[in-house]
């Protein structure tokens, strides 16, 4: 979630459309069920993938605030250390003012972010290569620790750079299970990463949810999950502005 330049007073609150796009999502999107230590915040992360006969992959995935002490919110202890030059920008208001919306979506920078924790992908073909829960639990870790942990993988800052040799692979995923919408779910798992813990169940033939915690928030979160209110239909294989 970044805002540069100069927000307009009277502009439209972006996370009511992107709910309103995720719960029109054609397919079964995923969340961590409702608790105290977190907030999921409101604007979800959209990735599509097109090809030669239209939408291949789709995945929406969802950040949330993290809460070491959720029985008061004001807690100082939650905060994270901020720079000088960060808090500035986070605390001072400029002289042209900013939307109510706005004020409050940055505040979520002085807290613990568990970015794209959970992420629900529907895939056209479950044989392409890359889908399988697996490869999809594998590219998810991944894409965590290459956004989130490059100074604890000794990785530089560009990452043209990177090569694989830190990659979590599918050799490392093993069967467990998961609680989806309370009940016990066939899952994949994982367990091996010093960074994070990942788990992941397929939903159906076209659709897979993933979720990646970091462990030091482990013992403060549940990793049950539950289904959103959407209206699951298949997606129209338009052809790709891309394709």
């Known amino acids: 979630m970044e805002f540069s330049g100069v927000v307009p007073m009277d502009a439209p ?18 969340e961590l069920r409702p608790q105290p230590a977190l907030t999921r915040i409101p604007i979800a992360g959209f990735t599509e993938i097109g090809g030669a006969t239209g939408r291949e992959e ?8 993290l809460w070491r002490y959720p029985d008061d919110h004001a807690d100082p202890r939650n905060e994270v250390e901020l720079d000088e030059a960060t808090r500035r920008s986070l605390e001072d208001e400029p002289p042209w003012g900013r939307p109510t919306w706005l004020i409050e979506q940055v505040k979520v920078f002085r807290y613990p972010m568990l970015w794209e924790a ?9 044989a392409r290569e890359g889908t399988s829960l697996a490869e999809q639990l594998a590219a998810h870790t991944n894409h965590i620790l290459r956004n989130q ?4 993988l000794g990785l530089s800052w560009d990452p043209r750079a990177d090569d694989d040799a830190w990659a979590a692979t599918t050799t490392a995923a093993s069967e467990t299970s998961v609680e989806v919408d309370g009940r016990d779910h066939p899952a994949f798992e994982i367990d091996t990463d010093p960074f994070v813990y990942s788990v992941g169940f397929r939903v159906d033939e076209h659709v897979v949810c993933t979720a990646v915690v970091p462990r030091d928030a482990l013992p403060l979160v549940d990793l049950s999950v539950t289904r959103l209110s959407t209206a699951p239909q298949t997606p129209a294989r338009t052809p790709s502005s891309d394709g």
């Open 13 to 30: 609150d972006p996370s009511i459309e992107s709910e309103a796009r995720v719960r029109g999502l054609p397919f079964p999107v995923f």
């Open 58 to 65: 789709i995945s929406a995935a969802f950040s949330y605030t």
């Open 118 to 126: 959970v992420r629900t992908t529907w895939n056209a073909s479950p």
């Open 149 to 152: 942990f490059r100074e604890e």
